[in-house]
């Protein structure tokens, strides 16, 4: 069992950042690929990035790509995902997820245990 929790969402001017946090709970975390998804109100939870267990692979979509940047150190349970030049179309709720693989997915169907979520705000 993994318990996630996310932190560092909030209201902030487009062009800003912000950085998310997910801190899982247990000493089982190096054994898990991470993911963030994001949901807008009214929308589907869709992609935003994702990790492996070891760090060496990440993925992003394509809407984030060269903006966000997903990081995980394994020795505080964290993975983070750095939001740069934020824009109006961001807002949604943002959800850590953890899935006991080897590999990533872009799938939220292929992912075990999720956190609360964290709302994030861009105004233009």
């Known amino acids: 069992q993994v318990q996630l929790v996310e932190s560092g969402g909030g209201l902030v001017q487009a062009g800003d950042s912000l950085r998310l946090s997910c801190t899982a709970s247990?000493?089982?975390?190096?054994?898990?690929?991470m993911g963030w998804f994001r949901q807008a109100p009214g929308k589907e939870r869709n992609f935003v990035a994702a990790?492996?267990?070891?760090?060496?692979?990440?993925n992003y979509a394509d809407s984030v790509k060269g903006r966000f940047t997903i990081s995980r150190d394994n020795s505080k349970n964290t993975v983070y995902l750095q939001m740069n030049s934020l824009k109006p179309e961001d807002t949604a709720i943002y959800y850590c997820?953890?899935?006991?693989?080897?590999?990533?997915?872009?799938?939220?169907?292929?992912?075990?245990?999720w956190g609360q979520g964290t709302q994030v705000t861009v105004s233009s």
């Open positions: 997820a953890a899935v006991n693989s080897h590999s990533i997915y872009s799938s939220p169907s292929f992912y075990n245990y």
């Open positions: 247990g000493r089982t975390f190096s054994r898990y690929g």
């Open positions: 990790i492996t267990k070891n760090g060496g692979v990440t």
